[in-house]
């Protein structure tokens, strides 16, 4: 993956994703 500032918002956003499905 890119070091870019829209990669690391995805990464967050899949993060928080899972985390919520998780739940």
Known sequence: ???TPQ???LA???GE???R???
């Open 1 to 3: 993956m890119l070091a």
């Open 7 to 9: 990669a690391a918002l």
């Open 12 to 14: 967050v956003f899949m």
């Open 17 to 19: 994703a899972i985390r």
């Open 21 to 23: 499905v998780r739940e």
